[in-house]
């Protein structure tokens, strides 16, 4: 009976060896999926922090845009009234020399600003 106790024993202390191998790979498949999931991270983490600046690149891009949308506007408004008033000169007949040269220098200065727009 004794001998009966003991290959029992000794039956369920390999399944137990078995058992814990079984577990010690189990515990190395996770550690590598952890590892590999942490790769994965990290990259998503850079490709965010990549399009975050680009995104920040744009922002500025398009503010820049806009500010340079707005001067374009003002020039072509300046110029708008600047040819109006031209065309006023023109068909009235109205205009001192001091103004038809002042406006004369606005055009050119006008153009000239629209040339480095």
Known sequence: MVANGFADNAARIGVLQNDMQTVKQDVRSLKEA????????????????????????????????????????????????GQTRILDILLNQTASRAEVRELDHRVVRLEQHLQLA
């Open 34 to 81: 952890v590892g590999t999931l942490e790769d994965k991270v990290d990259t998503l983490e850079e490709k965010t922090d990549s399009l975050s600046m680009k995104t920040d690149s744009l922002t500025i891009k398009t503010d820049s845009l806009v500010v340079k949308t707005d001067s374009l506007t003002i020039k072509t408004d300046s110029l708008a009234s």
